[in-house]
């Protein structure tokens, strides 16, 4: 009787303690300053660098900077949902609860109106950044230097945790966790909220993206030289290209973490979960785009060129190109003929107009699949687009005609192609290539059928890929191919 006594004065007295919530890494598991510098580079980049100049005043004034112009959608931040939980549990029972964090007050004061669950909001305000030491004068003066209970993630909150009466972490970091080890502060609760980091990694750099540079094999098989060098060439080409190309998916994910985070499937990225950090992203970027460029040293310096345009234009892209209605599914289609380009020049095989003719209405086509669907799937749904992609839902029609148009322009290429003279020299029964013809009719109509029924939610290029009956269709190919050049 007399312990159960103790425990009802211990949870009592827990209860009268004010609790003390950090914002950045353990409520919200993105650093929030991080994603508004981002949304102001990608929204307001002419008024980027006259923020940046406000640094000279002190963080806490980048801060409030930032926060003039960009507003994050704090119903679309990436919670820690188990400690929301149990600050929702606390606050059920009595609980007062304060967020309290270095983020500036203006973003801090619309995240505690969206949940509902704060008695009060201590953060920066322009002059003071609220982390460390300000952080903690400001709850002595705040708590009459009464008690109070925090809960943190990084090393800035290490002297909280040790003035706390009773210390917690939510998703701390390596060296939170090594410091609070050897200072021997006692943590009452982890409230976990990621996934596996190697996931994450994984699935930031898109490796399943990397089926898209298979193309650049594509001149090398058709000009049947396969040749061990030639082979090993476009072999290292291919990682080349592909650890760029996963730089560039990053630095899109990172610009676009704001309109992410309202999307369907695209909010589970590991930048817009929160499951990795921006800074981590950057890393990556750096490190990517190092081995892929200092790659492209033992391969014919046109493989450089095509790689460094494929570069520019994929940033370009990501800035501000996929912003302008068809410029954008022109730059798509043409990222992919680079492909073929760079895989040409990487194994020094020309380029007959034949494919580059080919290449240019085929992926205009699956370019516009890909448009195409999300309008679909939009107009489905009753929603208006809202990611500034510069599409209206009554442009899906004439989308349709577009890339139809186009896929079919493709196999008229193509049939032309093997009706003139070139083809003799590389198949000894040319005639044999018509029977393709058929089968890239089906794929192409199967794809926009598909698409028109809303069933299309993925690239159309890793479709192909994945895609049972597209593969079947790609073995008949292949196989008629080699019948006919035997």
């Given at each position: ?94 609980r007062h609860i304060y967020l309290t964090t270095g983020a500036d007050a203006r973003l801090a004061e619309r995240i ?375």
């Open positions: 009787m007399h312990e159960q006594t103790q425990i009802h004065a211990q949870v009592s007295s827990d209860l009268m303690r004010p609790l003390c919530v950090d914002l950045d890494g353990t409520l919200v598991k993105s650093d929030t300053l991080a994603d508004s510098v981002l949304t102001l580079l990608r929204a307001h980049p002419r008024s980027a660098l006259g923020t940046f100049h406000s640094l000279l005043n002190g963080k806490a004034a980048f801060k409030a900077q930032v926060a003039s112009i960009v507003s994050l959608d704090a119903a679309h931040l990436p919670y820690n949902r188990p400690l929301l939980e149990y600050l929702e549990q606390e606050r059920g029972q009595g505690a109106a969206h949940l509902g669950i704060f008695d009060g909001v201590l953060a920066s305000n322009g002059s003071t950044n609220l982390t460390g030491d300000n952080k903690l004068d400001s709850l002595r003066l705040e708590f009459n230097g009464e008690d109070f209970d925090y809960i943190g993630n990084a090393r800035p909150d290490l002297l909280l945790l040790e003035h706390a009466g009773t210390a917690m972490l939510a998703n701390p970091n390596a060296s939170l966790r090594s410091l609070v080890k050897s200072r021997k502060i006692k943590v009452h609760r982890h409230f976990e909220d990621r996934s596996s980091r190697r996931k994450s990694l994984l699935k930031a750099i898109r490796l399943h993206q990397w089926a898209k540079n298979v193309l650049i094999f594509v001149p090398l098989l058709l000009a049947h030289a396969l040749k061990l060098q030639l082979i090993l060439d476009a072999i290292f080409g291919f990682f080349c290209f592909s650890f760029c190309a996963s730089a560039t998916y990053i630095v899109n994910d990172l610009l676009d973490i704001e309109n992410d985070r309202r999307h369907a499937t695209k909010r589970l990225r590991p930048f817009a979960a929160g499951d990795l950090q921006a800074s981590t992203g950057i890393i990556m970027v750096i490190i990517l785009l190092a081995a892929g460029l200092l790659g492209t040293y033992f391969l014919p310096d046109k493989f450089l060129a095509w790689l460094s345009l494929y570069i520019v234009v994929t940033l370009s892209y990501s800035l501000a190109l996929k912003k302008v209605a068809l410029v954008d599914v022109i730059v798509l289609s043409g990222l992919y003929t680079v492909r073929i380009l760079a895989g040409g020049a990487a194994t020094a095989t020309p380029i007959s107009t034949w494919l580059a003719g080919f290449s240019v209405f085929l992926f205009f086509s699956l370019a516009l699949v890909k448009r195409f669907s999300e309008m679909q799937n939009l107009r489905e749904r009753g929603h208006v687009p809202s990611n500034g992609r510069g599409y209206l839902v009554a442009d899906i029609e004439q989308l349709r005609s577009f890339g139809t148009a186009s896929g079919y322009a493709a196999i008229v290429v193509f049939s032309l192609y093997i009706s003139g003279s070139n083809v003799a020299k590389l198949y000894h029964h040319p005639v044999r290539m018509w029977l393709i013809v058929p089968f890239m009719l089906l794929w192409i109509s199967r794809v926009w059928l598909l698409a028109s029924r809303g069933e299309m939610h993925e690239d159309p290029v890793i479709f192909a890929v994945t895609d049972r009956m597209s593969l079947l269709i790609g073995l008949a190919v292949v196989a008629i191919a080699i019948f006919a050049a035997f």
